[in-house]
């Protein structure tokens, strides 16, 4: 088992739609949560970063973190064909881990006109 | 702020020869910086974890011999691909860890490194 589990999708959806993308983890340990954005051919974008169990918004991206059920979600309102990516969440445990990050296997994400 | 630079963005060589790849924070100092490769299609698998001013600790299954790591600032990283081959073709992608404390980390553009 993966400690990171994330649906790869591809998941396709019309522009306006709210995405829902989900993410499960098996290590207690992890902390810190993050979610990136990779356009094709590009380095991850930090989108959202988060340590603490609820929601935190910024723009149209809401980050949910439940560390009860180890499930991390994020959330796209609006949704617009420039979010068409590769959505990546990823964890870490913080301390002596010295940042290094766990990645899901990434969700394909197209926002079609 | 946190922008992270990678140099070349592309490179194509010949068999046999090393290849070397640059990681920079253009706005912050970075005490941690690490070094991806990325298959189509698939997530980042982390190569090594590089500390400015020691010696970079690899994941299980890298040669360190052949992907050599400096960090001999705060604000840069190198990776040397020594003797490539068309195997190690792949996207190679740094990032940077913001501070001593912080857990943020700020990825590179990414190269693309093809051997021919």
């Known amino acids: 088992q993966k400690e990171v589990e994330q649906d790869p999708g591809p998941l396709s959806v019309p522009e306006g739609a709210i995405v829902s993308l989900n993410c499960t983890y098996s290590n207690s340990a992890f902390q810190y949560f993050m979610w990136y954005r990779q356009y094709s051919r590009k380095g991850p974008e930090l989108l959202m970063y988060t340590y603490s169990s609820g929601n935190k918004e910024d723009g149209r991206f809401t980050a949910q973190v439940d560390k009860s059920s180890k499930y991390i979600s994020l959330f796209i309102r609006d949704s617009q064909p420039s979010d068409s990516a590769t959505y990546l969440c990823?964890?870490?445990?913080?301390?002596?881990?010295?940042?290094?990050?766990?990645f899901g296997q990434g969700t394909i994400l197209t926002v079609h006109p | 702020g946190a922008v992270v630079s990678q140099h070349p963005s592309r490179v194509i060589c010949k068999s046999g020869t090393s290849v070397k790849i640059e990681c920079r924070s253009l706005?912050?100092?970075?005490?941690?910086m690490f070094w991806y490769r990325q298959f189509p299609k698939q997530s980042l698998m982390l190569m090594a974890t590089s500390n400015e001013g020691s010696k970079a600790t690899y994941e299980q299954g890298v040669e360190k011999d052949k992907f050599l790591i400096n960090h001999a600032s705060l604000t840069l990283s190198t990776l040397t691909v020594t003797s490539a081959h068309p195997e190690d073709s792949s996207f190679y992608i740094c990032s940077a860890r913001v501070g001593r404390g912080g857990n943020e980390q700020f990825f590179g553009p990414g190269t693309r490194l093809t051997v021919l």
């Open positions: 706005d912050f100092q970075a005490t941690t």
């Open positions: 990823a964890t870490n445990a913080g301390g002596t881990s010295y940042g290094k990050l766990t």
